[in-house]
């Protein structure tokens, strides 16, 4: 093996960026322990990380003492979360990426305009939980073309579709043309749900796959974002594996490999991108950066957060 290709962009989001500082930030406003619903963005390193510093991460509302500081994650959540936090008397933070807040909105205005909606996206995933309950008698799930096929709506209800944000393209793509095939009238979003972080690493790793013989993907095993790299990759042909750190590659698998593409999910943190390449340089390999793609999307960090530090400025 003789090079590692770096794919550009890849790593953070606007959404990731701004669920970890939000979390940085409520520790050093509130101290610890911080507790936080579910994983704050799908990463182990960065849940350990902040795990150290004094967040508490939980399952469930039930889980958090009355009258404490919680942070919900990345992904969203039902309206049934946001209450159930009001009747335990919480100070509650919404970090939900304001992508995903989008698809929410979306989904409760059809569903309030007497629309069955279908969501597409991976049954059990946070951001589909989430989702599902702003409206859950008006909204039917979807996952797959096989499931698009076979769905059944009422013929005397006007139609819509979302879709989870971390979805493949291609994949989601294929799904609403099954949809609009057997559902002519069904609406969609003027813009596609799927985040602009997810459409770009995937286009990343397309350019990518024509230069090498395997593809690296950093990011933990239930990264949506970062799984679905490594089905782009699998889908053209290219052998690839999900890796969460650089003690996760086998060096069986560079057997035979003159070129090794690498890239890391939304949710990564570059410093994990930087000792996989420490790994390969070790080795011989020349360590190649594609062309840089700059992303220039930022969010504010959420306004109980903002209100609360100008309170004690």
């Not at 909204?139 to 209800?157: F, K, M, N, Q």
């Not at 979302?162 to 979003?189: A, K, M």
């Amino acid at each position: 093996m003789t090079r590692l290709l770096l794919a550009s962009p890849r790593g953070y989001c606007a959404g990731v960026e701004r669920a970890v500082e939000t979390v940085e930030r409520a520790l050093a406003l509130y101290g610890r322990p911080v507790y936080v619903r579910k994983q704050i963005v799908h990463n182990s390193h960065v849940v350990d990380d902040l795990r150290a510093r004094g967040a508490v991460f939980v399952d469930a509302i039930a889980d958090v003492p009355e009258g404490a500081t919680v942070v919900f994650s990345a992904h969203g959540i039902a309206p049934a979360v946001r209450r159930e936090a009001g009747e335990r008397a919480l100070t509650t933070i919404d970090a939900t990426c304001p992508l995903v807040t989008k698809v929410h909105a979306q989904a409760r205005r059809y569903a309030e305009a007497g629309y069955t909606v279908v969501l597409i996206g991976h049954a059990g995933h946070e951001e589909v939980e989430g989702t599902l309950g702003e409206a859950p008698e008006a909204i039917i799930l979807v996952e797959s073309t096989e499931d698009a096929e076979r769905v059944s709506l009422p013929g005397e209800r006007p139609l819509a579709y979302v879709t989870q944000t971390t979805l493949s393209v291609d994949e989601t793509n294929e799904i609403v043309s099954v949809l609009r095939r057997r559902f002519p009238r069904i609406e969609g979003p003027a813009r596609e749900d799927i985040c602009y972080a997810t459409s770009n690493r995937q286009w990343a790793v397309k350019e990518l796959l024509g230069m090498v013989d395997l593809l690296l993907v950093v990011g933990s095993p239930n990264s949506s974002n970062s799984l679905r790299l490594v089905d782009v990759a699998r889908a053209d042909g290219t052998p690839a594996h999900l890796v969460d750190d650089v003690r996760s590659i086998d060096e069986s698998w560079l057997d035979g490999c003159e070129s090794v593409g690498l890239t890391s999910g939304a949710s990564a943190p570059e410093r994990l991108v930087a000792e996989v390449c420490a790994w390969f340089a070790a080795r011989g390999a020349e360590v190649c950066e594609q062309a840089p793609v700059h992303e220039d999307v930022s969010f504010k960090l959420p306004v109980e957060l903002r209100r609360a530090e100008r309170a004690v400025a």
